[in-house]
């Protein structure tokens, strides 16, 4: 499975942007980018994915790398119930991968007021 | 719509016993993927069905094993319990038809094996 790597840790204050960054250098070309997060005590929470093209949602906003070897995370303005663990993940498109979902550590993001 | 509901909630069970954790999927969704989280740890892929039938395994042993019903919840079950066992399991649903991408956990079965 194609690897990613993340910051063990990240911090920011309320209401500020907030960039989760992501490598994932060995990425094939029919890995999608998905980025999940964990409350504590909760199942992860499906946030956003992209292939090749930036991404926007209600939640964040996903921009990939134009050789799509890295990709961010963007929080527009992070409130205390963004706190959580991220992880980006690659997801395959086909064959016995299709679907799983390889999560790797994650980015614990901690939020102050 | 409804989101993925397991249970139990936690569950504490001896080595060498045997133990079944279920999942109802969100509704429409017809693909279920079942993860255990060991504590500090990010989830890791146990398997995946689709139509009553898995198709994707991860790195686990055959004393894991899974059905998936008709209207499409899920079971889990883990024999031969071993101390190494003990972990949050999670349940995933998801649509193929749909053409979604995007998994719905639920928020898991603590089991501790003693």
């Known amino acids: 499975d194609a690897k990613t790597t993340q910051p063990n840790s990240m911090e920011s204050n309320e209401e500020e942007p907030v960039h989760l960054p992501c490598n994932h250098s060995?990425?094939?070309?029919?890995?999608?980018i998905h980025w999940y997060r964990q409350l504590p005590s909760q199942g992860p929470e499906y946030v956003i994915h992209?292939?090749?093209s930036n991404v926007n949602n209600r939640m964040a906003s996903l921009a990939i790398a134009e050789d799509r070897k890295s990709s961010t995370l963007i929080l527009h303005r992070a409130t205390l119930r963004d706190a959580a663990v991220y992880y980006c993940i690659l997801k395959g498109a086909g064959g016995t991968s299709y679907g799983k979902l390889t999560f790797g550590q994650g980015t614990i993001l901690t939020v102050h007021p | 719509e409804t989101g993925v509901t397991q249970s139990p909630t936690h569950l504490i069970k001896t080595r060498g016993q045997q133990v079944t954790l279920r999942c109802s999927s969100q509704s429409g969704h017809n693909t279920v993927s079942w993860y255990q989280q060991a504590l500090g740890q990010g989830p890791q892929f146990i398997f995946q069905y689709y139509r009553e039938e898995e198709n994707g395994r991860g790195n686990f042993p055959p004393r894991f094993s899974g059905l998936q019903f008709p209207n499409y919840s899920s079971e889990l079950n883990v024999n031969a319990l071993e101390l190494d066992d003990s972990a949050l399991y999670l349940c995933?649903?998801?649509?193929?038809?749909?053409?979604?991408?995007?998994?719905?956990f639920g928020s898991g079965t603590r089991l501790t094996v003693v």
């Open positions: 995933a649903s998801s649509s193929i038809k749909t053409g979604s991408n995007g998994y719905t």
């Open positions: 060995t990425i094939s070309g029919t890995d999608y």
């Open positions: 992209g292939l090749t």
